[in-house]
């Protein structure tokens, strides 16, 4: 199987293409006015004194290494570039310019969040027509992804996820579907520390509201008991619906999935409402849990809503 990763949504260091640039007044043309024609192109206005400025420009930069090269950020410090400051009419820092088609069409001033940068990019590009992120582009991969991990296929679907991460490291169906994996393996005691490592910014996804829910049911199915056990206790009285509760908890343990998702259904079956809907209840968070696309999820919500509303 690869290896997880345990800090992929860290940003990926500068390189050779690195979308990020220290601009001045010989380059500021060719990097902006003239790169403009081709693609967004941001200029970050900052300063070594101001304080705002350290918080925003990191934030700038993470944001537009996202878009891999179809955006491009220009810094320019104004203590040593005071002619560009002027000639845009900067009175305060941070301030930041978007130029496209080689001219400024939108601005900010002050500290901004990761999404709240993002937003505004992504406002500029419906209102311009530049050219579309590339980030985009990994709908169809995380489809793919989402569909090996629905069939089983572990091993390539965490691959598929940590390719699209390699080049996107702030994908988060990206990441929380590297999760689902490391969990659907086993080992969710990697993917709870995975989950506390990631860029918290990154994990405010409700995305991974569901990766919360499969690392608490496992915890919580580990301390349900045996299935031999059970299965001999619930043989001895079938309408006791808590041994069968703990059953399908145990099943889920053993990565039994389709029995788990089997003995909660017939208790909704045999009594819906039994200790408050808990079956019903569970069922929900089992289907949170597990990939969207998992062929189990689908046919399970159609057995329990025939169930419901039969």
């Known amino acids: 199987m690869a290896q997880p990763l345990s800090q992929l949504a860290a940003a990926p260091a500068p390189g050779p293409a690195d979308p990020v640039k220290d601009v001045g007044l010989s380059t500021f043309m060719a990097d902006v006015i003239e790169a403009s024609k081709q693609q967004l192109v941001l200029v970050d206005f900052w300063a070594t004194w101001c304080g705002p400025c350290k918080q925003l420009t990191p934030a700038l930069e993470k944001v537009v290494r996202s878009y891999n090269g179809a955006i491009r950020l220009a810094k320019i410090d104004i203590d040593q570039n005071p002619e560009i400051a002027q000639q845009m009419g900067v009175q305060s820092v941070p301030a930041v310019f978007a130029f496209y088609q080689a001219r400024p069409v939108d601005g900010f001033m002050g500290a901004q969040t990761e999404a709240q940068i993002k937003s505004w990019i992504e406002r500029i590009i419906k209102a311009?027509?530049?050219?579309?992120?590339?980030?985009?582009?990994f709908d169809e991969a995380l489809r793919q992804a989402a569909e090996l991990l629905g069939a089983g296929n572990i091993e390539a679907?965490?691959?598929?996820?940590?390719?699209?991460?390699?080049?996107?490291?702030?994908?988060?169906?990206?990441?929380?579907?590297?999760?689902?994996?490391?969990?659907?393996?086993?080992?969710?005691?990697?993917a709870k520390t995975m989950l506390a490592e990631a860029d918290p910014e990154l994990t405010k996804d409700k995305i991974f509201d569901a990766i919360r829910t499969a690392l608490e049911l496992a915890e919580q199915s580990g301390n349900s008991g045996s299935?031999?056990?059970?299965?001999?206790?619930?043989?001895?009285?079938?309408?006791?619906?808590?041994?069968?509760?703990?059953?399908?908890?145990?099943?889920?343990?053993a990565g039994q999935k389709e029995q788990a998702v089997d003995e909660l259904l017939e208790i909704v079956r045999r009594n819906r409402s039994w200790n408050?809907?808990?079956?019903?209840?569970?069922?929900?968070?089992?289907?949170?849990?597990?990939?969207?696309?998992?062929?189990?999820?689908?046919?399970?919500?159609?057995?329990?809503?025939?169930?419901l509303f039969s």
């Open 276 to 307: 408050e809907d808990a079956a019903r209840k569970q069922l929900v968070k089992f289907f949170e849990a597990f990939n969207p696309l998992d062929p189990l999820t689908v046919a399970s919500r159609k057995r329990l809503s025939s169930i």
């Open 157 to 190: 679907a965490q691959a598929a996820y940590m390719d699209i991460l390699g080049e996107d490291p702030v994908n988060a169906p990206a990441y929380a579907g590297l999760l689902r994996c490391i969990i659907a393996s086993g080992d969710t005691a990697q």
């Open 128 to 137: 311009t027509g530049a050219k579309a992120p590339a980030v985009a582009n």
């Open 227 to 253: 299935v031999s056990e059970l299965q001999k206790k619930l043989e001895q009285n079938e309408g006791d619906h808590q041994t069968r509760f703990d059953l399908a908890m145990a099943h889920f343990a």
